[in-house]
């Protein structure tokens, strides 16, 4: 399958710094990406679309100033959480769609924030 | 966000018993995937459905698109110690783009 690279995989920050997550789709074009929010032992949660040279469409609930995305090209898409709180703190996965193999999504291996 | 009703929410089975889950919602979809997760990491894509009344294979697992767009099964044949994992749905709504994820099963299988 399609391959998408996420990076880091863990990082551990202060209270107050952003933090920027980086989604790489490495062997297709991803004319839309996701991100999502996982809480452990829960589903994930949708967050924002993102889609490649036009604004992210974020879900009710998701502050946009807080989690910033940019998907600049069609391989990459960027989630900042800025000023990141311990309340912040979760695992968030970007996935890509893949539109030469019938709409499929893959999933990058995830980021576990953790805020001190 | 869509909510997706995944039951049941966990499993216990022994190995090389046969094992089924499914997935509703009140609205109707155009796509339902089914994934496995690993602690700490990535879902994996294991079956994609894009027809009602499809049925696919991908070796020991089959998983059908419900005749009413609103629902999807997984199954999984003889299963194995390696089975063991977090299964979910996810399903693309008929207006929308975005994907929308069921609840979870968790799959333990006892040697």
């Known amino acids: 399958g399609a391959v998408v690279s996420q990076h880091p995989s863990r990082v551990i920050c202060k209270s107050g710094t952003s933090v920027k997550i980086e989604c790489r789709s490495l062997d297709f074009q991803a004319t839309t990406m996701f991100w999502y929010r996982q809480f452990p032992k829960q589903s994930l949660m949708l967050m924002a679309t993102s889609n490649e040279g036009s604004k992210a469409t974020y879900e009710q609930g998701v502050e946009k100033d807080k989690f910033l995305i940019n998907h600049a090209s069609l391989t990459l898409s960027t989630l900042t959480v800025t000023s990141a709180h311990p309340e912040d703190s979760s695992f968030y996965i970007c996935?890509?769609?893949?539109?030469?193999?019938?709409?499929?999504?893959?999933f990058g291996s995830g980021t576990q924030l953790s805020v001190l | 966000g869509q909510q997706l009703n995944q039951s049941p929410q966990s499993m216990f089975i022994q190995e090389g018993e046969d094992v089924s889950m499914n997935c509703t919602s009140s609205s109707i979809f155009n796509t339902w995937l089914w994934y496995k997760q690993d602690p700490g990491e990535g879902p994996v894509l294991l079956i994609a459905?894009?027809?009602?009344?499809e049925l696919t294979s991908n070796g020991r697992l089959t998983a059908q698109f419900g005749i009413t767009r609103k629902d999807s099964f997984l199954n999984i044949s003889a299963s194995i110690p390696s089975d063991v994992g977090i299964y979910f749905c996810a399903g693309q709504l008929v207006y929308g783009n975005q994907f929308y994820f069921g609840t979870g099963t968790s799959l333990t299988v006892i040697p």
């Open positions: 459905l894009y027809k009602a009344g």
């Open positions: 996935s890509a769609r893949d539109r030469a193999t019938n709409e499929k999504l893959f």
